[in-house]
């Protein structure tokens, strides 16, 4: 197939800012795209040609956008897997496939995946019930301190929570889940591994995400990962086995922990673009969209090496503000070289919403992390 | 004024590939575009917020059009420039200046500028129309040879000619032109010179066009060029001063010559992102679109040096297909390390049409030459 200049047509499940940063490269290649959001003011309703609104979790919905289309990709695992499976039979290509995102839609399902295609992660137990969880620890079949997950998506900043005894507990929702085992890690990594459709296979370097020592969040994306080659060695092919088993075709991202013992294990995969890959942008000879974009089309796949070292800091909204967005002291970063804020165009900040986030490069990894707090001290997310 | 946050518009006349160009960055600082053009198939009718039909060149059009808007710009030079001088007068921020685009539009005025400015120039003689030109010769006022060139935009691909017998004249349209010295030139070269609205200035770096050695044809577009530091500080200085003259707004992007004696002319100048500048985008900290649009906005300025080597080379419709473009081998060069193609997105192909364009980046600059070589050698835009 022809995709540049017949009558191809690539369809995306998700307008949000993955899909609109996917189209930056359809533009590209000219590549005719269909995008399906249930906000008619989703980012990705410019550059697409074609714009539906809609229930991406709605059967028919999907299957009747699906069906105008010759391959169907996402850019959010939160659709409706009945209908690519439908869609899957009737002929259209679907990356990633139906079963993978079933697969991945339930952590439960997702762990019990890694268990049997023996790809290290940490251990747990799955309750159909937060509620079993206590009587679990009374039988002495689950010990505290452990990592509740609630299985299932749609529990947005509520899905994980470290209990560390009864009261911790309370006030979960009682919804499929599992207990994890907490292990403690030196370092959160990632790699992006490519696969196409012809089963070639390509990973970016290994990025790590540095916290912040007191809040425990992500403040910096970092590539390469400062760590030493036989764990970065590892970990790519922790990912790599991931990607093989699950005959992955796109980008699939896997978050990792380096744990005390410098043993690798998997914590999630994302089937899909995603923020530890953001920095590619500026960095890679390849970004992470076009290279997605590569895998599903069959194309061949660009090189995953950097040009340039990256650092990346998600821009999310200040605690105290909530109304119409203003970037404080945006054209202050963007004086410093090698920085480039991304705006996802929302219009309304609140407390932590994630609004963007900055790319900083620069030939030194050390000089590219302090720039990037810099950046970090400078920008505000505040609101008129 | 908050670009990033605020009702403000921008307008881009033109929704050609330039125009396509720019809003992949005024996508990622969620910058509001208004885009005009006059065919509705233009490649920026997508990814702007407003894509309006219209002519150009038409007064009313042009003032209806640039009235919505904050501040304007240009991607292509031909346009009604009466316009742009009521939009200035009712407060509009017109960049380039209507004063540029009038001076540049008219070669003839064009040189005078260089000369009243004492920017090095070919000499040349102006004649109201081509008829006048014999007259000249005959009363020894001018030489053969000589290059003639029509003073006005709309001779696609017959502006130009090396005029070196009377003969040669005969087939060329009676218009305003110039007769200019044919200087015989070692290297094309071009810079591209950044100036925002508050006059901060950058250069990039200078670029080599190299010549196909028969058919004297620009191959590849080479950054940086390979010529002596002193020759690329002497190409700069000429470029940031042709700038200057112009007290220009955005992007000038100025052709100049490398005489045999080392010295360096303007040949002539585009006030907009430029061919020669399409490798930034792979290439440079800053792409040249993304400039631009600092520039116009009063943003600060990018940097402007290469984190690696590019090349460009131009696709153009292949000689002898007429029809529904195929790009030959696309998938051949995509699997070359560091090769980029970007589709223009017209539909029919013909010889020597415009299509597209690819880059080649490599840390090594030879590596990428050779590279491009290859690129060159392996696609071919052909009909279905």
């Known amino acids: 197939m022809n995709y540049f200049s ?3 047509k690539l369809g995306i499940l998700g307008g ?7 189209l930056y490269h359809t533009r590209k290649y ?3 795209t269909c995008v399906l959001d249930p906000s008619k003011d989703a980012p990705a309703r410019l550059a697409c040609d074609e714009f539906s609104v809609g229930d991406l979790l709605d059967y028919e919905t999907v299957v009747n956008f699906g069906k105008q289309v010759d391959i169907l990709t996402i850019e959010i695992e939160n659709v409706n897997v009945e209908a690519l499976e439908t869609l899957e039979k009737e002929g259209i290509r679907v990356y990633p496939s139906a079963k993978t995102l079933r697969t991945i839609q339930n952590k439960a399902t997702q762990k019990l995946f890694y268990r049997d295609h023996d790809i290290p992660t940490a251990d747990f137990s799955r309750f159909a019930h937060t509620s079993e969880i206590e009587d679990a620890v009374e039988n002495g079949g689950l010990e505290y301190p452990f990592v509740w997950k609630s299985a299932r998506f749609g529990y947005d900043g509520q899905g994980v929570k470290v209990v560390r005894r009864y009261t911790d507990l309370v006030d979960l929702p009682n919804v499929e889940c599992i207990a994890e085992d907490l292990i403690p ?3 959160e990594l990632a790699v992006i591994v490519a696969r196409n459709s012809k089963g070639h296979l390509k990973t970016y370097p290994v990025v790590e995400m540095e916290f912040h020592p007191e809040a425990n969040q992500v403040e910096y994306v970092i590539c390469p990962a400062r760590i030493p080659d036989n764990i970065a060695k590892k970990a790519e092919l922790v990912a790599l086995k991931t990607a093989a088993a699950f005959e992955h075709v796109g980008l699939l991202a896997v978050e990792m922990f380096q744990t005390e013992n410098d043993d690798i294990i998997v914590n999630e995969v994302a ?3 995603h923020n530890s890959g953001h920095y590619s942008i500026e960095a890679s000879y390849t970004d992470q969209f076009e290279q997605h974009l590569r895998c599903i089309l069959g194309l061949p796949l660009g090189n995953t090496e950097s040009k340039v070292a990256g650092v990346m800091v998600n821009l999310v909204g200040a605690e105290d503000y909530t109304g119409n967005v203003l970037y404080k002291n945006i054209e202050d970063i963007m004086a410093m070289d090698g920085v480039t804020p991304h ?4 219009k309304q900040t609140r407390p932590f919403r994630k609004m963007g986030h900055v790319t900083i490069v620069n030939k030194d990894i050390n000089k590219a992390r302090e720039v990037a707090e810099k950046v970090k001290k400078t920008i505000e997310v505040i609101s008129e």
Do not use: A, C, T, V
């Open 271 to 273: 089937p899909r673009p």
């Open 30 to 32: 000219d590549i005719h």
């Open 16 to 22: 949000g800012q993955l899909g609109k940063m996917i």
């Open 343 to 346: 705006i996802y165009g929302k």
């Open 185 to 187: 890690f030196k370092n």
């Open 6 to 8: 017949s009558n191809f």
